[in-house]
C-alpha cells in the first residue's frame, strides 16, 4: 500500500503570489476580504503580500494597509526581496517573513539583479539578524527543477542550496517548480533527498499547473514523505515566463483530492469558493480551476 | 525508489468517445484526416467510432465509412453497444470489438436501458461467438469507481464484475473513471487488486480530467503495474452528466508527461499536435489540455 500522511498543511499564496501576477490592481478592500474569508474557510497559513518596490510591483503598493489589517491566524507571513524590505516588514511587526532566491543563476539575475550566490551571501547575516529577533524565516526556492532561461537544474544544486539556507538558520523552505516543468518522478526525487537529508527543517512543496501535473507532484511528494503544500485560491497567480498559462495549484482542487484521500487540511471547501467568489469579478482572468468550476454548476 | 514501466500503450478514443459527445457534427472528411494525422503522429491502438442509432448519437452516422477507410495501425477499434451494433461492424469487416457495460445498474440502465446482470449476460455469448470468429474483444467498464447516481461503487462490485467478463473471454478491460471523481489512492487500491486477480487480461485505466486528477491518477496506476491508458487527443469528449466539464485526459498530456519520466510511448508530440490543429476549428469547446495551449505560445 502507499504511505500517505494523515494531515497535511497548506500554505495559501494567493493574496501575494496569485495577485502579484494579476493585470488589474485589485483594490485594497477586495484584496482584505478575500483576506478574511480565506482565513473563515480555514487557512492558517498565508503570504499576504509583498514588500517590494511599488514602480516595479504595483499590485503591491498597499503592502502597508494589508499587514495593518491581518487576520488572526497561525502564521501570516509577508515576502521581502531585500535589506529594505525586510526592514519594512520588521517596522510593522511582522512575525514571519520570506526571502527568495532562485536556484538559477539566470533567473536570479533577471529576478533581482544579483546571482545566486550573490543573493545568498547577502541574505546570511540578514537571516541570522532575524532569528536572532525570533522571526519565522522562509525562503522560497525558486527554479529548483527548470529554470525557463537555463532548462533543467541539477538535483544537487538545488539540494546544495536547500543545504546553505538551513544552515544559515531558515525555518522553512519553499521548494518551486517555477515553471509546472517537473514531472511525478522528480517531484519525487528531490523531495525524498530533501527529506532525508534536511530532517529539521519545515519541507514545502510549491507546484505550478502549467502543463497539468500539479496534482500528480503533489501526489508524488506525499509519497516522499511532504506535508506541506504552497496553494492559491482559485489558482491565482502564474510564471510571467509562460504568459496566459495556468498558474499556482488551486488551492480548492488540492484540498478537494486530499480530504477525499482522507487527508485532513482543515479547509471548508464551500467557504474556500466563497473566498474566490469576492475576487473573482475583479481578476482579468477566469478561475478555471476544476473545483470551482464544478462548484458553478 | 518508485517502480514504474519504461513502456506503455496509448488508446486514442478521441474519433470515438471525444467526437460522440461533441455538440456539432464533425464532417466526415474532417474525422478521417484527424485519423490519419493520429495515425501519422504514432497512434497504434484507436477507438475509431461507434455503431449506434443514428437517432440517439448523430456524431456517428457515418460509422460506415470511417470504418471503409480505416487506417493500417495494430488495432482499429470499433464500438458495438448491442447485437445489431455487432452485427455491422462484422459484416464490414471489424477485428477488434468494444462492448460496454456500467459497474453501476442505475448508470447502465439510463445508457442501454438494461440492468448490469442483463448486460452481462446478454454479451456472454455473443463474446464466446465474437472469440470463435478471432475477434478481439475490448469490454468497457464504465462508472468503475463512482457513480452520477449512486456516487460511491463498491470496488468489489467492480473487481466481481471484471471478472465476470474476463471469465466470459475478453481480451482487455478498459475500466474508467467516467466522471473523473477517483483519487489517486483509489486508482492505485483498484488496479493494484485487477493486476493480482487478473494477470492475464491487458488491464487498461482511462481517466477523465473533471477535476483535474487524471495524471495524478494516471501516475497512481502506474505504479499499480498499468501500462495501457485510454487517452483523447486535444482532451475531447467528457461525460454528458458534468456538462462543460474537462473530458477525457489529453493524449498530449500524458504523452509529455511520461515521455520526460523515460516512459516509451511511440507519439511524436508535434505530430500529435497538428493532428489536433486538424480538428480544433470545427469543434464547439476550446483545446484546453496543457501542452496543446503552451504550443501554441
Not at 203 to 209: N, Q, R, S, Y
Not at 243 to 255: L, Q, R, S
Amino acid at each position: 500500500m502507499l504511505s500517505l500522511p494523515k494531515k497535511i498543511s497548506i500554505i495559501e499564496v494567493g493574496p501575494r503570489d496569485g495577485l502579484q501576477n494579476e493585470k488589474n490592481f485589485v483594490p485594497t478592500e477586495t484584496k482584505l476580504m478575500f483576506i478574511n474569508k480565506l482565513t473563515s474557510a480555514g487557512i492558517k497559513e498565508m503570504e499576504l503580500t509583498s514588500f517590494v518596490s511599488p514602480k516595479w510591483v504595483p499590485q503591491m503598493k498597499d503592502a502597508s494597509e494589508i499587514v495593518a489589517s491581518h487576520p488572526n491566524i497561525f502564521r501570516n507571513i509577508v515576502l521581502a526581496p531585500n535589506r529594505k524590505g525586510i526592514d519594512r516588514a520588521l517596522e510593522l511587526g511582522c512575525h514571519s517573513i520570506a526571502v527568495f532566491v532562485g536556484v538559477s543563476n539566470s533567473f536570479n539575475k533577471k529576478n533581482i539583479n544579483k546571482s545566486t550566490m550573490e543573493s545568498l551571501e547577502e541574505l546570511k547575516p540578514i537571516i541570522a539578524e532575524l532569528k536572532k529577533k525570533d522571526i519565522f524565516v522562509r525562503a522560497c526556492i525558486s527554479t529548483a527543477f527548470y529554470c525557463p532561461f537555463d532548462g533543467k537544474i541539477s538535483e544537487s544544486d538545488t539540494l546544495h542550496l536547500c543545504e546553505e539556507f538551513v544552515a544559515a538558520g531558515v525555518d522553512e523552505l519553499s521548494v518551486a517548480d517555477t515553471i509546472g516543468m517537473a514531472t511525478p518522478s522528480e517531484s519525487f526525487s528531490l523531495f525524498s533527498s530533501l527529506k532525508e537529508r534536511l530532517p529539521n527543517v519545515l519541507l514545502t512543496a510549491h507546484f505550478h499547473d502549467t502543463r497539468k501535473m500539479a496534482l500528480a507532484n503533489i501526489f508524488a511528494a506525499l509519497q516522499a514523505g511532504i506535508d506541506r503544500f504552497d496553494t492559491s485560491a482559485g489558482g491565482l497567480g502564474g510564471c510571467p515566463f509562460a504568459p496566459g498559462a495556468n498558474g499556482n495549484v488551486a488551492t480548492e482542487d488540492v484540498v478537494y483530492m486530499l480530504e477525499r484521500m482522507g487527508i485532513d487540511t482543515g479547509i471548508n471547501l464551500d467557504k474556500l469558493v466563497e473566498a474566490i467568489d469576492t475576487i473573482s469579478p475583479v481578476l482579468s482572468r477566469k478561475i478555471n480551476s476544476g473545483y470551482y468550476q464544478l462548484s458553478k454548476k
